[in-house]
C-alpha cells in the first residue's frame, strides 16, 4: 500500500471549517483513500473513503486531487466533539488487507 | 446491529502469566482484524481472518500470541508468558467483504502487563 504523510497536529475554531491535508504521492491507480477517526481511549472510527471522484457523507466530505497524489478532509461545521486524531489511509478496497495507520494529525478543536 | 464487542475492556496481569481476549464481531461480518496500539501510536495490524481461516499474520505476533476464530463467528487472542511490552490496548474490527471492506472497531481491551 502507498505511504502517506500527514502534518501531526491542527488547531481549529468550533463551528468553522476543518480541513486536513493528506500528500499520497505513490498512490497507484486501484488504490483509495480511507479516513478514520480515533477519539481518545476509541477504538478508531469510519469517516469516508473515495477512489478519484470527491465523496460526502454525513460527517464529513473527501476532496481527492486530479492527480490522486494528495487529498483533503473536510469537516464543514467542527465541534469540540471532532477533536481527535484522524488517519489518512490508502490500500486497495477488496483485498482484505491491514490497514496501515501511521501517527496521523491531532485535530484540537477550541471554543 | 450492536457494533464490534471487546471484552474484558481492562486486564491486568502479572509478567509471565496468560491473557485472553475476545472479540464478537458485527453479526454476519465475514472478515475480523486483530491491531495493537501502543501509547502515541497508531494501531498496527497483528492478524486477519476471513471466515474461520487465519490469512495473514504479521511478524509482530510473535510465538506467544495465538488467535482463533473457530466457528467464523467470534475471535479470542490468547498472549501467553506474557512481558511488560505487551502492555497495549488490542483492537477487534470486523468488515463485510462485499461492501468496500469498511473496517468497523470495537473500543479495545486495554492489557498491563505488571
Known amino acids: 500500500d502507498a505511504k502517506t504523510t500527514q502534518p501531526p497536529s491542527m488547531d481549529c475554531a468550533e463551528g468553522r471549517a476543518a480541513n486536513l491535508p493528506c500528500n499520497h504521492s505513490?498512490?497507484?491507480?486501484?488504490?483509495?483513500v480511507y479516513w478514520y477517526r480515533q477519539i481518545h481511549s476509541q477504538g478508531p472510527q469510519y469517516i469516508i473513503h473515495?477512489?478519484?471522484n470527491n465523496e460526502t457523507n454525513e460527517m464529513a466530505s473527501l476532496i481527492i486531487t486530479e492527480d490522486r497524489k494528495s487529498s483533503t478532509l473536510i469537516l464543514p461545521h467542527a465541534t469540540l466533539r471532532d477533536t481527535a486524531v484522524y488517519y489518512c489511509?490508502?490500500?486497495?478496497?477488496?483485498?482484505?488487507?491491514?490497514?496501515?495507520f501511521g501517527k496521523g494529525t491531532s485535530l484540537l478543536v477550541t471554543p | 446491529d450492536t457494533g464490534v464487542s471487546q471484552n474484558p475492556r481492562h486486564k491486568i496481569t502479572k509478567r509471565g502469566q496468560n491473557v485472553t481476549f475476545r472479540c464478537d464481531p458485527i453479526?454476519?461480518?465475514?472478515?475480523l482484524y486483530w491491531y495493537r496500539q501502543t501509547l502515541g501510536q497508531g494501531p498496527e495490524f497483528l492478524t486477519y481472518?476471513?471466515?474461520?481461516?487465519?490469512?495473514?499474520k504479521s511478524r509482530l505476533l510473535s510465538d506467544r500470541f495465538s488467535a482463533e476464530r473457530p466457528k467464523g463467528s467470534f475471535s479470542t487472542l490468547e498472549i501467553q508468558r506474557t512481558e511488560q511490552g505487551d502492555s497495549a490496548m488490542y483492537l477487534c474490527?470486523?468488515?463485510?467483504?462485499?461492501?468496500?471492506?469498511?473496517?468497523?472497531f470495537g473500543a479495545g481491551t486495554r492489557l498491563s502487563v505488571l
Open positions: 474490527a470486523s468488515s463485510l467483504s462485499a461492501t468496500g471492506d469498511i473496517q468497523y
Open positions: 505513490t498512490i497507484s491507480g486501484n488504490e483509495y
Open positions: 473515495g477512489l478519484k
Open positions: 489511509i490508502v490500500r486497495n478496497s477488496n483485498s482484505g488487507y491491514a490497514l496501515n
Open positions: 453479526s454476519e461480518h465475514n472478515r
Open positions: 481472518f476471513q471466515n474461520e481461516a487465519q490469512l495473514e
